[in-house]
């Protein structure tokens, strides 16, 4: 079996979502959070479990946990676009929120619920930034008064999509520890551990690459990551093709676009040699379907 892929949900949970390495994921969550919101502890709430394989068919592989503080946090790796998954995203994040509540509690017994979503895909195309964080706030002055709810988007794509890419173009894209932790998940294949360049020097990475080298998986396991293996790569061949079919049609539609300017330009040449010919505007407008203040214009 080939190096495994920490982008396949499976592998990112049996990563990050284990009691032996809950460091890993405090790092990760520290490194997308703000400063109010660090963790030093988390207690998982649905710790990486082979048993769960038999029972929930992987449907949701996310992790969740709670800080020492209360804060809830919702992590998901999303291989494959889905319609509607900002509505999706949402949802979980509200059950994550009002699951806490227990008869008779208090409202104020609530914590921040907290979603990371980090996605195989580009979700928001009108944003350059990987990284962006979602609030509710007043339309008009920004003022954000509903502070338990914060959502964050990361888009592995935005941060690297090409196959190609070399190691140094890799490390300039580096400038803080959630860009070490998306190298990891997008180009691992680049990183030798035995010799860590200094812009990803950091020992939590060497400990995730370690954990990747000596992963192995058991029947169930590897039988499901295979199969979100396979949706990774129809996605990525989809993918190719729609850029192809894009490139395709643009190029087309330049070729007509220019076959439409150019038929214009003739015929608005024809109209002014018939002009100075002494033609009348009435004729020349028949001739050529050119209105008769279009000729007007003509010098």
């Given amino acids: 079996m080939k190096?495994?892929?920490p982008r396949v949900d499976i592998a990112f949970k049996k990563i990050f979502g284990v009691e032996e390495?809950?460091?890993l994921l405090i790092s990760l969550i520290n490194s997308?959070?703000?400063a109010e919101d660090q963790v030093a502890e988390v207690t998982l709430l649905n710790p990486y479990n082979l048993q769960s394989f038999k029972t929930d068919k992987l449907s949701i592989l996310d992790i969740k946990a709670k800080s020492e503080t209360g804060k809830l946090f919702n992590i998901e790796i999303q291989i494959t676009d889905e319609?509607?998954?900002d509505k999706r995203a949402l949802y979980y994040w509200g059950k994550l929120y009002t699951d806490q509540l227990k008869v008779s509690e208090e409202y104020s017994t609530l914590s921040k619920a907290i979603g990371i979503h980090i996605l195989n895909f580009t979700s928001i195309p009108d944003v350059e930034n990987y990284h962006n964080i979602f609030h509710i706030v007043e339309k008009n002055s920004g003022l954000q008064y509903f502070k338990d709810l914060e959502l964050h988007t990361i888009e592995l794509t935005k941060f690297s999509n090409n196959s190609s890419e070399k190691l140094d173009e890799l490390l300039t894209k580096i400038k803080r520890t959630l860009d070490i932790w998306l190298a990891f998940l997008t180009r691992n294949d680049l990183i030798n551990r035995e010799h860590i360049p200094d812009e990803?020097?950091?020992p939590l990475l060497k400990k995730a690459l370690h954990v990747l080298d000596v992963m192995s998986f058991g029947e169930?396991?590897?039988?499901?990551?295979?199969?979100r293996l396979k949706w990774l790569r129809v996605e990525a061949n989809t993918l190719k093709k729609y850029e192809a079919k894009a490139r395709e049609e643009g190029r087309e539609e330049g070729r007509e676009e220019g076959k439409e300017e150019g038929e214009q330009i003739g015929i608005l040449k024809t109209?002014?040699?018939?002009r100075f010919k002494g033609l009348s505007v009435a004729v020349i407008a028949e001739c050529t379907g050119l209105s008769e203040s279009e000729i007007e214009k003509l010098s």
């Fill in 220 to 227: 169930l396991e590897l039988q499901a990551y295979e199969e």
């Fill in 3 to 5: 190096q495994i892929n």
């Fill in 271 to 274: 109209a002014r040699i018939m």
């Fill in 32 to 34: 997308i959070v703000g």
């Fill in 83 to 85: 319609s509607d998954y």
């Fill in 200 to 202: 990803l020097d950091n």
């Fill in 21 to 23: 390495n809950k460091d």
